[in-house]
C-alpha cells in the first residue's frame, strides 16, 4: 500500500503537470478531502451506530455464536487461526450474507465488525493476519446474489431484460471469490508474507485475549426462552413469511417483468434488514437480555470506529481523486487499448475496468454512458453489466476495512483482491460472449 499509495500521488503529480492539469490535481484534492471526511466518514457514523448496536443484540443473545457453530465446517477451512466459537465466525458470516444479497449499507458495518473481532485475536497489531486478507479477498469478490444497481441501470435505460445479466454476474464472481480466495491461501504461504514472530508485549496479550472471554460470559445468564415467546417468535416469522409470499408471488404492477428468481432474491433484499432490525432485538429481550441498555453501549463504538478509518480513507481517496484528475486513467487506457485490442478484449470497457478498483461512483458514471452509447441490450452494456455486479472497489475496501483496526502493512489483500478483479473481468467478457455473442 505505500508504494501504490506513492505511486498515484507523485504519478498524478507529474501526469498533471506533463498534461497541464495541475490545477485541476489541485482542486480535486480539497474536493476529495470533503468527499473524504464529510460525505463518506461522517454519513457512515450514524450507520455503523446502528449495525453495531443490532450486532450486540445478536451476540448477547446467542445468535452469533449459534450461526457460527451451523457453518463450523466450512468456516474452519477458510479461517483455520480463529477460533470456532469466536464471534469473528458470526460477524464474518452476516457481513458475507449481507454482500450476497447486495446490501452495502448493512454489509459494511458489519464486516468493520468483523475486523474488529480479527484484530482482538491479533498477535501483531498493525499487520494483517491470515484470516483478515481471506477475509477481505471474499470481500473484494463482491459475491453476490443478484447485481441490483447493475440491472437498475439497464432498465432505465429500457431494456427488455434488465434481469439477463444475473446468471452471468453471478458466475463471473463466483470464479472471482474462488480465484481470490485460492490466491490468499497460496500467497500465506510464501516466504515473503511470512508473519513476523508474534507481538507478546502486556498490551498486545491483552488485545488477543479481550474477545474470547467477555462474550460467553455475558449469555451465560440469558433467560430460557419461554412457551409464550416462542408464540411470539411464531407470529413474527409468519408475519414476515406472509411478506415474503407476497412479494414472491405477486408481480409488481409497474416496471420490466422479471423471472421469479428475481423475484425471490428482491424480496429477501426488501424483509431482510427490517427483519434483523426487529428479530434479533425482540429475540434478545426474550432471552432476558437489556437490548436498549447493551444497543446504545455498542452503539458508542460506532463513533470511534468512524472517526479511525478517516486518516485512511482520506489518504486512499485523496491520492485516487488527483490521479484521475491528471489523466491517468486515460494514459493508461491509451497504453494498453492496441494490446488488448488484439486480444479480443472490448477497448470500450477498459476505462471503466480500470476505474473499477479505484472509485465505485465513477465506474458507475462510465456504465451508465456505455448503456446510452450502445444501448441497454448490447454486448458491450451487458458485458459493461456483468462487470460492474461482479467486482468490488478494492482499494477503498482496504482503505476501511483496515483502517478500522489500524492496520498498516496489508501483506498481500491487494494482491488477493486485484487477483479477483481480474478474474472477475476475464469471465465476465467470456460469459457473456458465449450467453450474448
Not at 480463529?82 to 464471534?87: D, K, L, N, R, S
Not at 470464479?175 to 513476523?196: D, N, Q, S
Not at 430460557?224 to 407476497?246: D, K, S
Not at 437490548?291 to 472517526?307: L, M, R, S, T, W
Request: hydrophobic content about 55%; aromatic content about 8%; overall charge positive.
Amino acid at each position: 500500500m505505500n508504494y501504490l499509495w506513492l505511486a498515484l500521488m507523485v504519478g498524478a503529480v507529474l501526469i498533471g503537470g506533463y498534461q497541464g492539469h495541475l490545477q485541476e490535481v489541485a482542486d480535486k484534492s480539497f474536493e476529495m478531502t470533503e468527499f473524504a471526511v464529510v460525505k463518506t466518514a461522517f454519513p457512515l457514523i450514524g450507520i455503523m451506530a446502528m449495525w453495531l448496536g443490532i450486532m450486540r443484540l445478536a451476540e448477547r443473545a446467542g445468535l452469533v455464536a449459534l450461526l457460527a457453530r451451523a457453518l463450523r465446517p466450512l468456516l474452519r477451512r477458510l479461517f483455520p487461526d480463529v477460533p470456532p466459537e469466536h464471534p469473528a465466525m458470526g460477524s464474518m458470516v452476516m457481513n458475507i450474507a449481507a454482500n450476497m444479497l447486495g446490501l452495502g449499507n448493512a454489509a459494511t458495518p458489519l464486516g468493520l465488525r468483523a475486523m474488529k473481532d480479527l484484530e482482538s485475536i491479533n498477535r501483531n497489531p498493525g499487520t494483517a493476519t491470515n484470516a483478515m486478507c481471506t477475509f477481505l479477498a471474499i470481500n473484494t469478490s463482491s459475491v453476490q446474489l443478484v447485481p441490483v444497481t447493475a440491472m437498475a441501470i439497464l432498465a432505465a435505460n429500457h431494456s427488455t431484460n434488465p434481469s439477463a445479466i444475473v446468471g452471468t454476474s453471478l458466475v463471473a464472481t463466483a470464479c472471482a471469490c474462488i480465484c481470490g480466495v485460492t490466491t490468499a491461501k497460496l500467497m500465506a504461504r510464501l516466504p515473503c508474507f511470512k508473519l513476523p514472530p508474534p507481538d507478546i508485549s502486556p498490551g498486545a496479550a491483552m488485545a488477543g485475549d479481550g474477545a474470547t472471554t467477555t462474550s460467553p460470559v455475558r449469555q451465560a445468564v440469558l433467560k430460557p426462552l419461554q412457551w409464550w415467546g416462542m408464540l411470539i417468535l411464531a407470529a413474527f416469522f409468519l408475519f414476515f413469511g406472509g411478506l415474503f409470499v407476497h412479494a414472491v408471488l405477486v408481480p409488481p404492477t409497474t416496471g420490466v417483468p422479471t423471472s421469479p428468481l428475481v423475484r425471490v432474491v428482491n424480496a429477501i433484499s426488501l424483509l431482510l434488514v427490517p427483519w434483523l432490525l426487529a428479530g434479533f432485538p425482540l429475540y434478545a429481550a426474550l432471552r432476558g437480555v437489556k437490548v436498549y441498555e447493551e444497543f446504545v453501549d455498542a452503539a458508542k463504538e460506532g463513533f470511534d470506529v468512524a472517526i479511525r478509518i478517516i486518516p485512511f480513507l482520506l489518504a486512499m481517496l485523496v491520492a485516487i481523486g488527483m490521479f484521475r484528475a491528471a489523466g491517468g486513467i486515460d494514459i493508461l487506457t491509451g497504453w494498453l487499448a492496441p494490446a488488448l485490442h488484439w486480444l479480443g478484449f472490448p477497448v470500450e470497457l477498459l476505462p471503466m475496468v480500470l476505474l473499477r478498483p479505484l472509485s465505485g461512483s465513477g465506474t458507475l458514471g462510465l456504465f451508465t454512458e456505455l448503456t446510452k452509447q450502445f444501448g441497454p441490450d448490447s454486448l458491450i452494456a451487458r458485458t459493461a453489466g456483468t462487470i460492474y455486479g461482479s467486482t468490488e472497489t478494492t482499494f477503498y475496501v482496504l482503505a476501511v476495512y483496515f483502517g478500522s483496526v489500524a492496520v498498516r502493512r496489508t501483506r498481500y489483500a491487494v494482491i488477493a483482491g486485484l487477483t479477483a478483479d481480474g478474474v472477475s473481468v476475464i469471465v465476465a467478457i467470456v460469459v457473456c460472449r458465449a450467453v450474448f455473442g
